[in-house]
């Protein structure tokens, strides 16, 4: 326990947190929420299944409709996974 320059418990998480390995999980674990987010309630929907493997996300889609529109905007994707994720996360994205 230190009398001077004391360290909040609220500065240590926050350190914790944007260490790179740390936070890379943390927005992993987000996926999800974050791919809710990009594609919306109806695509989200329709995604049977959502992986992340070596920075590579691989999404199983049950419409062969929007599989494909998704297939044609993969950069678009990648690109707002990111920047809502605050780091690279993704590389590439395959739709499935």
């Not at 914790?16 to 999800?32: I, N, Q």
């Not at 299944?49 to 994707?77: M, P, Q």
């Amino acid at each position: 326990m230190k009398r001077k320059n004391t360290v909040r418990f609220g500065e240590i998480l926050e350190e914790f947190f944007s260490r790179p390995y740390v936070a890379a999980k943390v927005a992993e674990g987000r996926l999800p929420d974050t791919w809710r987010e990009v594609v919306g309630d109806r695509v989200a929907s329709l995604t049977s299944s959502i992986k992340l493997e070596n920075r590579i996300l691989y999404v199983c889609i049950t419409s062969s409709v929007v599989r494909y529109e998704l297939f044609c905007r993969r950069d678009t994707l990648r690109d707002e996974i990111n920047r809502i994720s605050g780091l690279k996360l993704v590389n590439s994205v395959i739709v499935k």
